[in-house]
């Protein structure tokens, strides 16, 4: 079955870095497109960034300029490199793959940026 495992989280200072790790299993990891989402609280869960099967890249406006996401088709793993972190950031991190109509997720990692 699909599964969807992130890593990578914990608390970091204003300014600082973390690299976000998604290792997946169950499906054809190069055919499909995977997605980083966010959710703070009392907020709506929303796209942080996306890649495709193919390696093109789409970002949110709050990550443009500051994330970078990446896949490693060998290793199965997608990756979310965070730099200039803001407190703002802080978040539940989720990883996300669509396929055969079902939206999967993973049990999510959290971001917390704070001095």
């Known amino acids: 079955q699909v599964q969807l495992v992130e890593s990578g989280g914990g608390l970091v200072q204003p300014g600082g870095s973390l690299r976000l790790s998604c290792a997946a299993s169950?499906?054809?990891?190069?055919?499909?497109?995977m997605g980083w989402y966010r959710q703070a609280p009392g907020r709506q869960r929303e796209l942080v960034a996306s890649i495709t099967g193919g390696g093109s890249t789409n970002y949110a406006d709050s990550a443009k300029g500051r994330f970078t996401i990446s896949r490693d088709t060998a290793k199965k793993t997608v990756y979310l490199q965070m730099n200039s972190l803001k407190p703002e950031d802080t978040a539940v991190y989720y990883c996300n793959t669509a396929l055969d109509y079902r939206t999967y997720w993973g049990q999510g990692t959290q971001v917390t940026v704070s001095s």
């Open positions: 169950g499906f054809t990891f190069s055919m499909y497109a």
